[in-house]
Each structure stands twice: as structure tokens, then as C-alpha cells.
Nanobody, 119 residues
């Protein structure tokens, strides 16, 4: 079993930065992939970044590339804009290849942390 707890969400002005934390515990081999997803009201859940923790290989969606940086326990978000507003979720899964940002590849999820960007 894997447990995930997110923290660090807040309200921030456009152009600002936030760092989200994902505290992971439980069976380590089940969580070699860590992903961050977000969901805005009325929109589908979107995968924004993932990392293969043993190799450090990362993946970013086009919408956040160059602004967000994922590490094993954190998502650093810079240059935030109102379109980044949403509930941010940390997720974990096992992959024998590339870590994706497909929600179905991640069986373990945290409860989420709210990010609000005001203009």
C-alpha cells in the first residue's frame, strides 16, 4: 500500500511561485513513478508532470513546460497564471518503462491541495 499527502497549496498572484510537497509512504517499489495532476472546476483532470524516481527522468505537459519542475517530493511552480488554478493531486504508480501522465497508470492518489492564482 502507498499513502500520499499533498501540501503547499495556497492563493498567489499571477506571476508568483509555489512549491507543492508530496509526502509518500508505504511500499517503495510500488511508487517508482510520481505524477502531479490538476483539476479545475468543470474541467477534466490534467496530468502536468511525472518523474521516474530511480532514474530522475521527467515529463511535462506543454502547458507547464519551462515553468514547473518536478522532483521526487516536490512540484516547483513558477510564472503562475490564472489558468493554473485548480486542485493539485500527487499520484504514484509502478512502471517498468517511462512514467506517463495518464491518470489510469497511477493507482495511488492523495487528497489534493488547492492552488488559486489571482490576476
Amino acid at each position: 500500500q502507498v499513502n500520499l499527502v499533498e501540501s503547499g497549496g495556497s492563493s498567489v498572484q499571477a506571476g508568483g511561485s509555489l512549491r507543492l510537497h508530496c509526502a509518500a509512504s508505504g511500499t517503495s517499489y510500488l511508487r517508482n513513478c510520481i505524477g502531479w495532476f490538476r483539476q479545475a472546476p468543470g474541467k477534466e483532470r490534467e496530468g502536468v508532470a511525472s518523474i521516474n524516481t530511480p532514474t530522475g527522468t521527467t515529463y511535462y505537459s506543454d502547458s507547464v513546460k519551462g515553468r514547473f519542475r518536478i522532483t521526487e517530493g516536490y512540484l516547483q511552480m513558477n510564472g503562475l497564471n490564472p489558468e493554473d488554478t485548480g486542485m493539485y493531486y500527487c499520484a504514484a504508480g509502478l512502471s517498468y518503462g517511462t512514467c506517463t501522465t495518464k491518470a489510469g497508470d497511477f493507482p495511488y492518489w492523495g487528497q489534493g491541495t488547492q492552488v488559486t492564482v489571482v490576476s
